[in-house]
């Protein structure tokens, strides 16, 4: 078995388009509409996805007969991974990572919920700087033969350690980079997403409210 596990919006349904050689179609979300990276499933967290039943899952991937990649919102920790083949891991642990994540995540769907935009002025910033401490929790490493540990970050960048374990440059990877053009806009440190992050990580650590100046 092979399994890629990802937070979601950190590129599980592009890894498994790049590994399995196959080009989907992009879902009304913003994110990669591919059969295989749903195929293992079995939930997800409006943060990260630590707390599942470890026996549902495999049951789960027990019924699927491919040798494709498949995805999973699972972190991989509590795993028999002696039992796979391979599991790419999809990390947050970086800052950059999760900043990433959050904006991915304002962009693709926050920004056009219907029951995000009806709300206005005050209320949307709070709204969204609360949403935000979802994204602060990491997605973390796991240390085992079978894992291969990728930043989110080195994904969106194309950075070699990325660009090496797919190996191809495909229409898939330049089909996702415009879609989320956002990502590589030069003021993307600066913007409101970003700065609703860094607000959340500001009341996160101090354990009060933000306070405007």
Same mark, same amino acid.
């Given at each position: 078995?092979?399994?890629? #596990? /990802?937070p979601?919006?950190? #590129? @599980?349904?592009?890894l =498994?388009?790049?590994?399995?050689?196959? +080009?989907?179609?992009?879902?009304?979300n913003g @994110?990669?509409?591919n059969t295989?990276?749903?195929l293992?499933k079995i939930?997800?967290?409006?943060?990260? /996805?630590?707390?599942?039943? $470890?026996?549902?899952?495999?049951?789960r991937?027990?019924?699927v007969?491919?040798?494709?990649w498949?995805?999973?919102? =699972?972190?991989? @920790?509590?795993?028999?991974?002696?039992? /796979?083949? &391979?599991?790419?891991? +999809?990390?947050?642990a970086?800052?950059?990572?999760?900043l990433?994540?959050?904006?991915?995540?304002y962009h693709?769907y926050?920004?056009?919920? !219907?029951p995000?935009?009806?709300?206005h002025?005050?209320?949307?910033?709070?709204?969204e700087?609360e949403?935000?401490?979802? %994204?602060?929790?990491?997605f973390?490493? !796991? %240390?085992?033969p079978?894992v291969?540990n990728?930043? /989110?970050?080195?994904? $969106?960048e &194309?950075q070699?350690? *990325?660009?090496?374990?797919?190996? =191809?440059h495909?229409?898939a990877? $330049? &089909?996702?980079?415009?879609?989320n053009?956002?990502?590589?806009?030069?003021?993307?440190?600066?913007s409101?997403?970003?700065v609703? *992050?860094?607000?959340?990580?500001?009341e996160t &650590?101090?354990?009060t409210? %933000? $306070?405007?100046?």
């Amino acid at each position: 078995m092979k399994l890629v #596990c /990802f937070p979601h919006y950190t #590129c @599980g349904g592009l890894l =498994c388009d790049l590994l399995n050689q196959k +080009i989907s179609k992009t879902g009304k979300n913003g @994110g990669v509409n591919n059969t295989q990276h749903n195929l293992a499933k079995i939930g997800d967290s409006d943060s990260v /996805f630590y707390n599942y039943d $470890v026996d549902q899952l495999m049951q789960r991937l027990a019924t699927v007969k491919t040798q494709d990649w498949l995805g999973t919102h =699972c972190w991989p @920790g509590p795993l028999p991974l002696d039992k /796979f083949d &391979q599991i790419i891991n +999809i990390t947050t642990a970086t800052h950059r990572s999760r900043l990433y994540r959050w904006v991915r995540a304002y962009h693709l769907y926050y920004s056009h919920s !219907v029951p995000w935009l009806s709300q206005h002025e005050q209320l949307r910033v709070d709204k969204e700087r609360e949403t935000a401490k979802n %994204y602060l929790a990491a997605f973390d490493p !796991v %240390y085992h033969p079978q894992v291969i540990n990728i930043e /989110f970050s080195e994904i $969106v960048e &194309q950075q070699l350690s *990325f660009m090496s374990l797919v190996n =191809c440059h495909s229409d898939a990877l $330049v &089909q996702w980079r415009s879609t989320n053009s956002f990502l590589y806009d030069q003021d993307l440190w600066s913007s409101t997403a970003a700065v609703r *992050f860094h607000e959340a990580e500001l009341e996160t &650590q101090l354990a009060t409210r %933000y $306070v405007y100046q």
